[in-house]
């Protein structure tokens, strides 16, 4: 089992940055492959960066040049830097994490807006 916390969400203009965080504590946290959610009102959950304990990323085309993943195992946290953000973006996200099973974060709002 593993408890996730996410932080660092706000308001920020459009072109602004943030970077959230997600702290991980429960279970060994370099075991884990790491990901971040966002899901906007009335659409789909979608994946937006993945991390796996080897440090392999990916992302979704809509946030790829403009999103960074990255994980401090020595902290048990993972990242995401977000840069250039467009309204668009807005949405809540959500830590995720996989070994054996699924778990989620609670989520911490991200609006963009001028």
């Known amino acids: 089992q593993v408890q996730l916390v996410e932080s660092g969400g706000g308001l920020v203009q459009p072109g602004g940055s943030l970077t959230l965080s997600c702290a991980a504590s429960g279970s060994i946290f370099s075991l884990y492959a790491m990901a971040w959610y966002r899901q906007a009102p009335g659409k789909q959950r979608e994946p937006v960066a993945r991390i796996t304990s080897t440090h392999s990323t990916n992302y979704a085309d809509s946030v790829k040049g403009r999103f960074t993943i990255s994980r401090d195992n020595a902290k048990n946290t993972v990242y995401l830097q977000m840069n250039s953000l467009k309204p668009e973006d807005t949405a809540v996200y959500y830590c995720?994490?996989?070994?054996?099973?699924?778990?989620w974060g609670q989520g911490t709002q991200v609006t963009v807006s001028s």
């Open positions: 995720y994490a996989r070994r054996v099973s699924d778990h």
